[in-house]
């Protein structure tokens, strides 16, 4: 089974820290995903990456950057972190070249103070 | 803009029935579309999907019906049961690189 494995499950960090959030895959996935979940809103896109060293601006990115140094990693960071960041935060690998189901981290509760 | 979205945000049933979820898509060139099922403290869990050149896939007791005419989706779960309580979300997907558009949601909540 594919397995998402996110660093830490809950994280509280003050305002204007810079925070890293880190995900790895273990099925040689090309395509990450990171999104936020906020009740009521569903989950929305901030980065995607297709390769290493590549990356993709999603429907929120302001205020999120994300690395891909490695293929089996892909690392959100919230340069300088807000208190309107405080979310839920999930990240989601998917083989890249047909329509397949994304496989989902458990996420990491991240709380802004 | 594209959206997908759910006729209901929350469903409560009675353990043993059928449940069925719903779900509205706008985008006609959408080909794919996933059932996700998000347990508490979890993240989404994959379901079952579908192909826009079939109409219906069943899996172990669910079964996810394609009605592109109206381009609406839903999720049935046969004898539903107190381990299918959960938020259950559709996505729709046109193969953009692995890209989906998720819809909001819906809780169903199963009464012993």
């Known amino acids: 089974d594919v397995k998402v494995t996110q660093s830490s499950r809950y994280l509280v960090k003050r305002t204007g820290e810079k925070v890293f959030l880190e995900c790895v895959q273990d099925m040689d996935h090309e395509n990450m995903f990171w999104y936020r979940q906020d009740p009521g809103l569903g989950l929305r896109l901030i980065y995607f990456?297709?390769?290493?060293?590549?990356?993709e601006k999603g429907d929120i990115p302001e205020g999120y950057s994300v690395s891909r140094e490695k293929k089996e990693r892909f690392s959100l960071i919230l340069e300088s972190a807000s208190t309107n960041q405080t979310s839920m935060y999930l990240c989601?690998?998917?083989?890249?070249?047909?329509?397949?189901?994304?496989?989902f981290g458990d996420g990491t509760r991240l709380s802004i103070l | 803009g594209e959206s997908v979205g759910l006729h209901l945000p929350t469903l409560s049933v009675q353990e043993g029935d059928n449940s069925i979820i719903n779900c509205a898509y706008s985008?006609?060139?959408?080909?794919?579309f996933i059932w996700y099922k998000q347990e508490s403290g979890k993240g989404p869990q994959f379901i079952i999907d579908i192909r826009s050149n079939m109409d219906k896939r069943q899996g172990q007791r669910v079964t996810v019906l394609l009605n592109k005419t109206v381009k609406h989706l839903s999720l049935q779960i046969a004898a539903t049961q107190p381990g299918d309580s959960a938020v259950y979300f559709c996505a729709e997907s046109n193969n953009q690189g692995g890209k989906l558009i998720f819809g909001q949601g819906t809780e169903l909540s199963v009464k012993p």
């Open positions: 989601a690998s998917v083989v890249g070249d047909s329509n397949q189901p994304q496989h």
């Open positions: 990456s297709y390769d290493v060293k590549m990356k």
């Open positions: 985008n006609s060139a959408s080909d794919y």
